[in-house]
Nanobody, 124 residues
Framework: QVQLVESGGGLVQPGNSLTLSCAAP????????IGWFRQAPGKEREGVSC????????YYDSHVKGRFSVSRGNANYTFYLRMNSLEPEDTAVYYC?????????????????WGRGTQVIVSS
């Protein structure tokens, strides 16, 4: 069972920044894609940003484009979500996920492995 681990969540004031980290288990073969998702209370889980590890194609949801950015560590096993200009609407549990297939998608059905999430609260 592949278990990803998120960290870096917390309480932050509107307009401030936060960086989330995701640690994926090391293995011989790289994952095909990594994704960041979030789920706010009473809402469905949504894709925030996903990117392919083979060709660096990156997707950002329209609500976060220009404010959030993804990056990776030196090896393909640590990933980051940098969140700038945070808004109260960004409050959610944030999850990272990994895909083990070529037909992955930036949605709940398009990823194979998930972390347990880290809470982000944006409030004054």
């Amino acid at each position: 069972q592949v278990q990803l681990v998120e960290s870096g969540g917390g309480l932050v004031q509107p307009g401030n920044s936060l960086t989330l980290s995701c640690a994926a288990p090391r293995r011989t073969l790289d994952y095909y894609a990594i994704g960041w998702f979030r789920q706010a209370p009473g809402k469905e889980r949504e894709g925030v940003s996903c990117f392919s590890l083979s060709d660096d194609i990156t997707y950002y949801d329209s609500h976060v484009k220009g404010r959030f950015s993804v990056s990776r560590g030196n090896a393909n096993y640590t990933f980051y979500l940098r969140m700038n200009s945070l808004e109260p609407e960004d409050t959610a549990v944030y999850y990272c996920a990994a895909a083990d297939r070529t037909d992955w998608g930036c949605n709940s059905n398009g990823m194979d492995y998930w972390g347990r999430g880290t809470q982000v609260i944006v409030s004054s």
